[in-house]
């Protein structure tokens, strides 16, 4: 996946965990927190459909990579490289 | 010395009123409608598919759920539990209680449910099968959906109540369980206002659909809207549903002081147990839960105007609870006997409140809701009173008695009383 397909991934699983949520001008640079609601369950459930759609684990002590949807890509990029975009 | 409490004769109580209904049933989202079915003969039992058991049919609420909650909190809670929020505030806006000004930890919920926690777990199992099951994607939210106070905390959280709030489980006896509850709590002073009834999301579960039909009781035919037919000889077992139907209850003084629409008063009420058998009734202790409720609000039989029967549709389910009624009710009698569930299944965990609630507006119109799909009685359902197919006028209603039994023998009973200072 390119960064870009990984983040449109990542946008779909947003939309699945918080669908009330307007993600069309999301700021890659800044917090999602900052940007939408979204509580410790919510950032779990983004760990669990990564799992589940993608088979990718994402250990407890790299949540912190997790905060920005920039550093989500960044964080994902070399572990979703070799998985083909749907 | 052995302690004996037969002779207690308990404090005179506070009164009890009913302020304000919501529902949701498989033919209605509001009290009206449900009575306007229930007057027009309007099933609302379909067509339905559930994993496993395939084809069947159930009766299946369309209430809209983002009334009172967003994607996001229905998408992280129950069924049960979006059931109960839906119910809990519809009750709360038909009541017109200021809901903004007043003292949220004063309020109690009590909601009665068949079983909690079949839906999230069967629907994990099969989401972790799916992953030949690999624990890691068991879900997070598992504990909290599962929790048997799941209901009435879901709609505790909705509706910022800090109040006491209890899942009462009772079978299918938990409709009418719950309203006694918060009867019970408000007298006690535990709660001002009382949130009190019962939900279900029986019909996305599986296994309460591939258990009764293990058991012989689920029901079949051709026509969706002819399946539910208790009384009726070609009866053939239960049309699962789900549903939803909560009260405000208040204490007499409180609701008089506000100027409260009161739809009636519970001024008897008993719960007893067989003791005898897993699944099958016992007509003796459901005479006497009967008796006892009656009893309590010192009435006799005859006094009472509308039973509104537990019957399933089950072979013999219906004819135990006849049986019961038999031994309470003789020719002498004026009741009219009538059942909900030929319209809209079984709705378990609600059915019993919502079973009274489409008779209560009998206290204004006189008018007893028939029995439908009976074409042919059973003889050995036959009782005098029995309302069928048609609506039947009657004359000044003062009394309707409220029965809801369940498995593992637990009988309920309620007497509600036209309101009169």
Redesign the interface.
Known sequence: MTPAEIRAAVIDILE?????EDLTNLDDTKEFREQM?LDS?DF??IV?EL??RYRV?VPEEDYENLVSMGSTVSYLEPKMAGIPAE | MALTHHNYTPPVLPRIVLTGIGLTSPNANDLASHRASLLAGTSGVQDYEIRYVGKTLAGICNYDALKYQNRREVRRGTRAGSIAIYSCNEAVVNSGIDWESIDKSRVGIYIGVTEHGNVETENEVYELSQFDYDISVWNHFHNPRTVANNPAGEAALNMGITGPHYTLGAACAAGNNGLIQGAQMLQLGQCDIALAGGVSESIHTFGIFASFKSQGALADHSDPIKASRPFDVDRNGIVVSEGGCVYTLERLDDALARGAHIYGEIVGHSINTDATDFVLPNPERQSQCIKLALQMAEITARDVDILSTHATGTTSGDIQEISALRKVFDDSCKVSINNTKSFMGHCMGAAGALELAGNLPSFEDNICHPTINVDNLDDDCAIQGLVLNQPKQLNNVKYIVNNSFGMLGINSTVVIRKFSE
């Open positions: 699945t965990i918080a669908p009330d609601e369950m779990l459930d669990m799992r589940k684990q």
